[in-house]
């Protein structure tokens, strides 16, 4: 599955923010998904994943209580909400894509990835 990250842009410290994910070619909803980041000079890093079904989250405990991500099977589109943001949340966000009930929290668990969406975050 193809995937497309989009949604990002410059935004102020303290304020909510969504960015999406978007498959190119084939629904995905049989795969399990999550978002990684990668800031300035940073290795990427996992930020969320969510299960095939979505009844399962898990995040990062950088991004713990201030972010969400969700599913939707019907526009067939994952959202990373991200509330409260911080300077160090300025990053470039990648959604991925694998196969199975739910991925891993590091890169190599993943097959599909999207070309990502810069989000900046102004003190």
């Known amino acids: 599955v193809q995937l497309q990250a989009s949604g990002g842009g410059l935004v102020e410290a303290g304020v909510f923010f969504r960015i999406r994910c978007l498959p190119r070619s084939t629904p995905f909803s049989h795969y399990a998904m999550a978002w990684f980041r990668q800031g300035p000079g940073k290795e990427r890093r996992f930020v969320a994943r969510i299960s095939q079904r979505g009844s399962i989250t898990d995040y990062a405990d950088s991004v713990k209580g201030r972010f969400t991500i969700s599913r939707d099977g019907a526009e067939n589109m994952v959202y990373l909400q991200m509330n409260d943001l911080k300077s160090e949340d300025t990053a470039i966000y990648y959604c991925?894509?694998?196969?199975?009930?739910?991925?891993?929290?590091?890169?190599?668990?993943?097959?599909?990835w999207g070309q990502g969406t810069q989000v900046t975050v102004s003190s």
């Open positions: 991925a894509a694998t196969e199975g009930v739910i991925g891993g929290t590091v890169s190599t668990s993943y097959h599909n």
